[in-house]
């Protein structure tokens, strides 16, 4: 009888569920809505409603200094990203194809610690320690700025691949093993085609946090080294137009174009199937 009412439980059928989750949708949507809607306003202000005109969206797009700092954060984006996947892969084979041992765990959780810890004290942190390396080299450019996002990506990255790892078939990678191919084949002809989508999927979703980052990105930058989202905060904090609701609008698509291809690439094909 127990067995009966836990399978047929479902948290759906709760009294005020369906209430409850439609006030918690408005209320995570309804501003991102009203910044949509707004980025598209004719006029000046962003309350007050003057008229339909894709004027911010034109003006967004002749601003040199918006153009910069878009290039410079898809520039980091996109080294960051492939620097934290290729990391996170490694690592991801060593914790998962090897038999387990004592302080496997705890290697678990220093991969994710970064998860944990307040963005802020990875902030400071990385501020201490590349301050001091800019003291002794003299180099204060853009590697700075890669090397914190590619650190702060890194478990990003390792999660997708992770599973993706954690749900194959090592049937195949035994074959392969059983007919004399050496690790390097095995995993250039088996694991890696098999691992690929995790990889992918992996690939985006550290683009996406390393593209959205502003905390260690506004404690590690130096002079003239603004991404578009610090360059938005610094906006924010002298005067507030449309454009700064255009930039956020086509930010947002960007962000949720990447999300969208990560969602089908890394779902298991095999929960799909009836």
Not at 41 to 69: C, K, M, P
Not at 212 to 228: A, H, P, R, Y
Request: net charge positive; aromatic share 12%.
């Amino acid at each position: 009888m127990a067995r009966n009412v836990a399978r047929n439980f479902s948290i759906k059928r709760l009294p005020g569920f369906a209430t409850i989750a439609m006030l918690c949708f408005f209320v995570l949507y309804l501003p991102i809505a009203t910044l949509v809607v707004y980025a598209f306003n004719a006029g000046t202000s962003i309350a007050i409603w003057e008229g339909l005109s894709l004027r911010w969206f034109a003006s967004a797009w002749q601003n040199q200094q918006v153009i910069d700092a878009s290039i410079r954060s898809l520039q980091i984006a996109s080294v960051a990203a492939v620097i934290a996947t290729a990391c996170a892969t490694l690592a991801a084979l060593a914790t998962t194809r090897t038999t387990p041992y004592r302080g496997l765990t705890f290697k678990y959780s220093m991969l994710n610690i970064p998860l944990l810890v307040p963005e802020i004290v990875t902030a400071v942190a990385l501020l201490i320690l590349f301050s001091r390396i800019k003291v002794w080299t003299g180099y204060s450019g853009l590697g700075y700025l890669i090397a914190a996002h590619s650190a702060f990506c890194v478990p990003f990255a390792y999660l997708p691949i992770r599973a993706r790892l954690e749900n194959m078939d090592l049937s195949l990678e035994r074959a392969a093993a059983d007919l004399y191919a050496t690790p390097y084949k095995t995993f250039r002809y088996v694991t890696l085609p098999l691992l690929w989508p995790g990889i992918l999927a992996g690939l985006m979703l550290a683009f996406v946090i390393s593209l959205d980052d502003v905390v260690i990105t506004e404690f590690v930058k130096s002079g003239g080294q603004d991404t578009l989202p610090t360059y938005m905060l610094g906006q924010l904090r002298r005067v507030v137009t449309p454009e700064m609701n255009a930039i956020s609008t086509v930010f947002l698509m960007l962000s949720l174009a990447i999300v969208t291809v990560f969602f089908f690439i890394s779902r298991n094909p095999q929960k799909d199937e009836p």
